[in-house]
């Protein structure tokens, strides 16, 4: 299982790469094996404001929809349009290419509350 | 989510973790979701060849004098129009045409029948029939003791070459990988293909012994995942979701089972009834007409703001690149070619009714 150290990780298997006051966020590649083949992608809309924990994205496999939550509160300044026609991209390169969205943190201090590589990797058993 | 319920395990359940398997729950067993992918699956069944374990459903075997009488009055098709090693698809109804189950019926003696039944309706089938049984007959719950497995796909009668002459719904008792076997030529995924039913103790060396010999022709190990998205595509029923205890055969488009020409049967007052003043309502394949989130069961289908129905069975369909489904909707916007709407959280998606299946074939 791919888990790269400059991450930071949620329990519910979203990761985030800060760029200054803005957080790049997507989801594990623990959550895209368990979820399977991605068939759709709802990125949250840009200039939406969301908050840390709660729902705001989903993603659809074969079998099931899955609630993806925001790692950090604040405001969404980009979305993966690629996703959108590929969404694939999600399954193939959960670090990369499947980014999902960009947001400007309203609190970066809530960075802290994340997991790191290690403890994530020890959450998901690896 | 923790369930109190013990899950059943078919006899390959240890081939199948071995295999890498992803396990989920299903009526009451533990069986497998996918192994490499349920795209991947899918793909290799409509192309190639793929094996599924279907251990999970039940066999009972109706045996004796008045057996093919007392199935005749509890069946909705005609077990007359089944020779000896032929088989037909039947509905079991009850007294106001609901379908208690779906099964395939053989004719494996010519007075001893081979019942292929759903897994979750099992028991209740085996009580349904005992108590209903208008004349003394034998019927014997084989489930526990008997394995299955399914082979479907183009390839399916060069991986089983023992079985290539059989024809569509026979069956014949053959020996396979030295193992002797029930096998009929039928499935669930609109390919051609065989069900092999095995003693349970033959199921792990017959599940490894095709997919080496299917090697050849890309055989992979296929789970319920694929199993599902290949029966939708073909808009065969699922017991449970799309056809239950509260529908009847003639709501689902299945009216071609059931066989008005014969004896009285179980339901066939309430279904003549309806079929003079036709069906309320019926079961519609759609699929989206644009990108949208995969349909999913219980979504609600609309025409011009109105509630028409309810999705019963949805997948992104993996040949046909679009979400699809079935539900049932208003007989009055049941036509092919009726623009509709599926609720997805909230929002409205368009999409088309279809002629079934949905796949078609030769195109």
Redesign the interface.
Known sequence: MNIPKDLKYTKSHEWIRVEGNVAVVGVTDHAQHEM??V??V?TPEIDSRIEAGKECA?V?S??A?SDIYAPVSGDVVAVNEEL?SAPELLNQDPYGKGWMFKVKMSDPGEVNDLLNANDYAHYIGA | MHSPVILKRTPLYTAHLERGA?MVAFGGWEMP??YS???EEHSAVREQVGLFDISHMGEILVAGPNAETVLNELLGNDLGKIALGEGQYTLLCNQTGGIVDDLLAYRIEPSVFLLIVNAANIEKDFTWLNATASKPVVFDNLSDKLGALALQGPAAPRVLATAASLPRFGIARLSVCDKLCWVARTGYTGEDGFEIVCDAADASVLWSALLERGKPFGIKPCGL?ARD?LRLEMCYPLHGNDITEKTTPLEAGLGAFVSFDKGDFCGRGALEQQKKEGAKRKLVAFKMTG????P?EHYTMMVANRKIGEVTSG??S?TLGVGIGMGYVDAAVSQPGTNVEIEI?GKMFPAVIEKKPLLKRGQ
């Open positions: 399977t083949d068939v759709y709802e989903v659809e074969v079998k929809a959108s | 992803r979701v996918q992918g349920v795209f995942g998205t990108k949208s989130p995969p999913r997948t992104p993996p959280r």
